[in-house]
């Protein structure tokens, strides 16, 4: 609050200053002007004071610059009553021009507001689209080092959402199903089992909604070769923080390479 005082009263120096120079400087020229144009430097002071102060700081010169013009310059002087036509002729004529210029400075510095408001909006803008740029190309960098990671590994690696849609696939999942990426991604994982057990490929996902792993084997079939071959399966689920399932991660292989055929399954 006393920051905010200081500030007010700083700028209330301006029109003060500014009046005050107007009025010596009307009275130094008072012999030569005799009582004419008692409002004219005054109207400068009101002019400097809407440059380089807020509207209300130039509402305060320009009534400032009215009382002491009617003081000392208007007749009858040392009074602030206004005799004869031209003397409320000038009156007047001071007050409208003070009150044009106040709104001209108005709507200038509503204007420069609205200016300095969009510049800011914009600048915002820029940063929050270069941020999601950045985080974009991270995520890109980082999808590509785990894509690389993934055909590292020998075994079959296969990401489904809740709803069976697969999403990862990698490079061994290629060899042991005989599909490319591009074939596998956005596809129902029930497209690599034999058409009719599809119902039961996508109840896995409900059950994997317990938390424990699933282990089981299936037939499927290399659409490169014809062949057909067993594989083992390993579904883990994923949930999120509130325990929602969100989909799940599938290791697969082919059972005629496993050493141990003591694997506990599940039923197709």
Not at 30 to 59: C, K, S
Not at 110 to 134: I, P, Y
């Amino acid at each position: 609050m006393r920051s905010y005082l200081t500030y007010r009263l700083k700028r209330l120096s301006i029109p003060i200053l500014a009046i005050s120079l107007a009025l010596g400087a009307r009275l130094l020229l008072d012999p030569v002007l005799h009582g004419r144009m008692p409002y004219g430097l005054f109207m400068i002071a009101v002019i400097i004071t809407a440059r380089f102060a807020d509207t209300w700081e130039t509402l305060v010169a320009l009534i400032l610059g009215f009382l002491l013009a009617g003081w000392f310059f208007v007749e009858p002087r040392s009074s602030l009553l206004i005799s004869g036509a031209s003397g409320w002729l000038g009156a007047a004529c001071y007050l409208f021009i003070g009150l044009a210029i106040i709104w001209i400075a108005r709507t200038g510095h509503t204007a420069h507001v609205r200016e300095l408001t969009s510049a800011v909006q914009l600048r915002k803008f820029q940063e929050e689209l270069e941020f999601e740029k950045a985080h974009h190309c991270q995520a890109q960098a980082m999808r590509g080092m785990l894509t690389q990671i993934l055909d590292g590994i020998e075994e079959a690696i296969i990401g489904v959402t809740e709803k069976g849609e697969i999403v990862t696939w990698n490079a061994a999942a290629e060899k042991l199903f005989g599909r490319a990426a591009t074939e596998a991604v956005g596809q129902s994982i029930s497209f690599l089992f034999p058409t009719g057990t599809s119902q039961g490929e996508l109840d896995l996902l409900e059950k994997s909604e317990t938390g424990k792993k699933i282990e089981l084997r299936k037939m499927v079939r290399n659409p490169r070769d014809g062949s057909q071959s067993e594989v083992y399966l390993i579904l883990s689920p994923i949930h999120d923080p509130t325990g929602k399932l969100k989909g799940a991660t599938i290791i697969a292989r082919d059972s005629s390479g496993k050493a141990d055929g003591s694997m506990r399954s599940s039923a197709a």
